[in-house]
């Protein structure tokens, strides 16, 4: 029932309002977020129709048609699956009501409206999600570099061994096992699940 009283108690509308961690569990996106895996949220807005649950694993987007509908969509946008991007910030006008944030997370646009009243909140989430597109695209050229330096090797090893040769075997066995460790390893390090550190370092709300 708290719930369903929130959008009044926090005074919002059609146009977003950052909401603070004290108010977190008067949201919807609350109840998705997997509290049980160590998940947290780092930053919530809201509208009457939908909510933008950054955390510090995903984007949970709940999604409505109308401020007036308690229909909803919930969308999970891993940051790990899901890369960010085009990451943009249009403040406001003299005479407008409120400031634009957008972004592409994997191929989908966002294009949320906040009060402007936000906008100190809005450029620490700006910064949060332009450094989380920069670490995800070094990892991707990095973990391109890995993979394109076990081809060469192995490719080098084909070419010159010779089968054979008695330790011709035990060579590629050895060989593979250490490319597929190595390559796991690469995986582990290149493949980023959490960013609660970036969160940590540029939100301060």
């Not at 009283?5 to 609350?30: E, N, Q, T």
């Not at 400031?99 to 949060?128: C, M, N, P």
């Amino acid at each position: 029932m708290f719930k369903k009283v929130a959008s009044d108690v926090l005074g919002l509308s059609d146009v977003g309002s950052v909401i603070k961690p004290v108010d977190y569990d008067k949201v919807d996106a609350d109840d998705y977020v997997l509290h049980e895996d160590n998940e947290k949220i780092y930053f919530l807005i809201k509208s009457k129709s939908d909510e933008y649950c950054f955390t510090n694993k995903a984007l949970i987007h709940l999604d409505g048609t109308s401020a007036m509908s308690k229909k909803r969509t919930l969308k999970r946008y891993t940051y790990k699956e899901y890369t960010i991007s085009d990451v943009m910030l249009e403040t406001a006008g003299t005479v407008d009501l409120d400031v634009e944030i957008k972004f592409v997370i994997g191929s989908v646009h966002f294009s949320i409206d906040v009060h402007k009243k936000h906008i100190e909140e809005l450029k620490d989430l700006y910064k949060a999600l332009i450094r989380i597109s920069e670490i995800c695209h070094d990892n991707e050229v990095s973990m391109s570099y890995a993979e394109k330096s076990l081809e060469l090797t192995s490719n080098t090893f084909s070419r010159s061994a010779v089968p054979q040769d008695n330790n011709f075997v035990d060579n590629f066995r050895v060989l593979n096992e250490t490319a597929f460790n190595w390559l796991m390893n690469s995986r582990k390090k290149y493949n980023v699940k959490d960013f609660g550190f970036v969160f940590e370092k540029y939100i301060n709300n």
